[in-house]
């Protein structure tokens, strides 16, 4: 988890991933496919938008020979 952050919230359509979040950054997790994303962001904060946000996509990297 970032330096100071109360919270990670992990929002993905890709339960692996989401499994991956919560073991490793102790993350809550949103399956935007399930849920609606901003609604769950509400539930999970008391009712608050989060404070900050971080795409953190990850890119598979292919390389040609």
């Known amino acids: 988890m970032t330096n100071n952050a109360e919270k990670a919230i992990a929002i993905e359509r890709f339960p692996e991933r989401l499994k991956m979040a919560k073991k490793f950054a102790k993350a809550d ?3 935007y496919q399930e849920v609606n994303a901003g609604e769950a962001l509400k539930e999970i904060n008391g009712g608050r938008d989060p404070d ?5 996509d990850l890119v598979q990297l292919s390389t040609r020979d």
């Open 29 to 31: 997790a949103i399956n």
């Open 52 to 56: 900050a946000c971080i795409n953190a």
